[in-house]
C-alpha cells in the first residue's frame, strides 16, 4: 500500500472514531484534550464537533495553519512531559475526552509516548470518559470499545475509562 494510501486509510478512521466519540460523549460534560495539533485539521474537526466545548491542545511546537491554531490560553506548548504536569493538577478528573495524535515512524518512541500517556490519563479522565488514540494507550480500568463499521482493528483505538475507577 502506498504511504498516500495509508495516510488517507489513518485520517479516514481518525475522522469516524472522532465522529463515533462526539455521540458517546455528548451527555458527559467536560473539556476535550487534543494531544497533538500538527497542521490542525483534526482540532479544526474536534471544534465542529464540539462547538460548546473548552479543548485544550498540547503541541510540542505549533506549526498549524493560523486558523486552526488555538486560543493561547488553551495551548500547552512544548513537550507532553513538560506541559501535562500543570494540566493534571488543573484538569484531575474532569476531562471527558482525550485525542491523542502523537504517533511517529519511530516504534520505540510510540511505544515510549504511550506508556506515558496512558499513565496519565487515569489522572485527568472523569468515569466513563473516553479516549481516541492512533497508539494502544490502555490503562488499568480501561476498557477497549468496539471500533466504528470500517476501522480496522489496531489502525485506531477507543477506550473508556471505567465509570468504578
Known amino acids: 500500500m502506498s504511504?498516500?494510501?495509508?495516510?488517507?486509510?489513518?485520517?479516514?478512521?481518525?475522522?469516524?472514531?472522532?465522529?463515533?466519540?462526539?455521540?458517546?460523549?455528548?451527555?458527559?460534560?467536560?473539556?476535550?484534550?487534543?494531544l497533538g495539533l500538527g497542521n490542525g485539521r483534526t482540532y479544526d474537526h474536534l471544534r465542529e464537533l464540539f462547538p460548546q466545548r473548552d479543548i485544550y491542545v498540547f503541541e510540542r511546537k505549533v506549526a498549524a495553519h493560523p486558523d486552526c491554531i488555538p486560543p493561547a490560553d488553551h495551548l500547552f506548548e512544548g513537550p507532553i512531559e513538560e506541559t501535562m504536569p500543570a494540566?493534571?493538577?488543573?484538569?484531575?478528573?474532569?476531562?471527558?475526552?482525550?485525542?491523542?495524535?502523537?504517533g511517529s515512524?519511530?516504534?520505540?518512541?510510540n511505544a515510549r509516548l504511550a506508556a506515558y500517556i496512558a499513565g496519565f490519563l487515569p489522572v485527568i479522565l472523569k468515569p466513563g470518559a473516553y479516549v481516541v488514540a492512533d497508539q494502544d494507550v490502555r490503562f488499568p480500568a480501561a476498557e477497549a470499545m468496539p471500533l466504528p463499521e470500517g476501522v480496522r482493528p489496531g489502525r485506531y483505538f477507543i477506550f473508556r475509562a471505567n465509570p468504578l475507577s
Not at 8 to 31: K, T
Not at 87 to 102: I, P, Y
Open 3 to 34: 504511504r498516500l494510501d495509508s495516510f488517507i486509510r489513518r485520517v479516514e478512521a481518525q475522522r469516524s472514531c472522532l465522529n463515533h466519540a462526539a455521540e458517546l460523549v455528548r451527555d458527559l460534560p467536560g473539556p476535550i484534550f487534543e
Open 87 to 102: 494540566a493534571l493538577e488543573h484538569f484531575q478528573g474532569q476531562v471527558a475526552l482525550v485525542h491523542s495524535d502523537l
Open 105 to 109: 515512524g519511530d516504534a520505540a518512541l
